[in-house]
């Protein structure tokens, strides 16, 4: 797997983000979280600057490039420990990494598996859990969005169809 990790950009994230929570019928629920930066624009900047950095995604499906961001991590960290880590009930944070991706293939292009949902599965102690997040940086919500889906229907329909679909944009 090539990596190029880039040092030099601390995002500054919003104290006063609006944070809220949206409950599934299934008693899941996940955070949407408005106004995570206080400078979006910048982020959007420091990625179009290191754009040769990008690297094919060579561990998993996604249907793009990424460029791993540990300066961008310690900030989220400082964000989830302050406004997210309560919300989950969890004690410490144990790792956090962070990397910008851009999907650069074509919707014809696509696999069919890339087409499907998924759900991460990590194998975890039952004492630890992980949190994901994703932050969309382009101002047209017609360019895409985060789907759930609620697990039990998976189980009792043997596919991912779900009557409750959620889109946000974070």
């Not at 500054?12 to 949407?32: D, H, K, T």
């Amino acid at each position: 797997m090539i990596t190029k990790m880039v040092q030099e950009y601390n995002p500054v994230f919003n104290p006063a983000a609006r944070i809220e929570r949206v409950q599934l019928s299934n008693g899941s629920s996940y955070f949407v979280v408005d106004n995570a930066l206080v400078d979006p624009g910048r982020m959007v900047r420091f990625a179009v600057e290191h754009s040769v950095h990008f690297r094919s995604v060579d561990f998993n499906a996604y249907p793009g490039v990424f460029l791993l961001t540990p300066a961008i991590a310690v900030s989220l960290s400082e964000f989830f420990n302050q406004h997210i880590r309560r919300l989950f009930d969890a004690r410490r944070l144990l790792h956090m990494h962070c990397r910008l991706s851009m999907v650069t293939l074509p919707s014809d292009a696509l696999r069919p598996y890339q087409r499907m949902c998924h759900r991460d599965m990590p194998v975890l102690e039952p004492r630890h859990s992980i949190q994901a997040s994703i932050l969309y940086l382009f101002k047209d919500s017609g360019l895409g969005g985060t789907s759930f889906y609620e697990p039990a229907l998976f189980y009792l329909r043997g596919n991912c169809t779900s009557e409750v679909e959620s889109s946000y944009i974070l």
